[in-house]
């Protein structure tokens, strides 16, 4: 049995590698078998299709990230903490995977899209969790906590254009914390 999963975790480091390169529609069974220096029946005792390779893909995605987050808010107390590092983590492990894989889902598996879309917007929903959280412990003052999720987000969205980082010479860390800092703080002085 062990054999067998390993197998099945190489075919799909060969596909994810390609996939996230050229996106879904252009990589073929072919082409991962070549990779693998293994026959394409091999493959498809592991998996019956190419959907099956994208959705084990997703399953994968969808635990690590799962498991990152539980392992930010286990070493974290501050509600702002948990969600800054939160979208961070979130960002940088969707980032490769959007120009070409998720584009091609969108379009040839619309029903994989769906799950990526309630995947995320149960990951926003545990956002505003915790902003309500901080809000009841008086560490945020009180908003309406979905706007400022969508706030947030959208300031996020548009920063990690990587020419907007260039433009403004930040790294993306550096642009994530200011952010941070903006939404968090706002930008009037004290006075």
Do not use: C
């Amino acid at each position: 049995m062990r054999a067998k999963n390993i197998t099945r975790e190489k075919i799909l480091n060969a596909a994810q590698e390609r996939m996230v390169r050229f996106g879904y529609r252009k990589v073929a069974m072919d082409e991962i078998a070549a990779d693998l220096m293994m026959s394409k029946n091999t493959i498809y005792l592991h998996f019956k299709s190419k959907v099956e390779i994208a959705k084990g893909l997703f399953d994968r995605i969808e635990t690590r990230i799962n498991n990152g987050l539980k392992e930010i808010e286990k070493g974290n107390k501050s509600p702002l903490d948990i969600i800054s590092k939160n979208i961070m983590f979130f960002q940088k492990e969707l980032s490769p995977w959007f120009d070409h894989f998720l584009k091609d889902i969108k379009l040839e598996l619309p029903d994989l899209w769906q799950d990526f879309i309630d995947f995320r917007t149960d990951k926003i929903l545990e956002i505003k969790k915790l902003i309500e959280k901080g809000i009841q412990r008086g560490v945020f003052r009180k908003v309406n906590s979905g706007l400022a999720v969508r706030v947030y987000l959208g300031a996020v969205d548009s920063i990690i254009n990587p020419d907007i980082l260039e433009e403004e010479h930040v790294s993306f860390q550096e642009a994530i914390e200011a952010v941070v800092d903006i939404w968090s703080k706002g930008m009037l002085t004290e006075r």
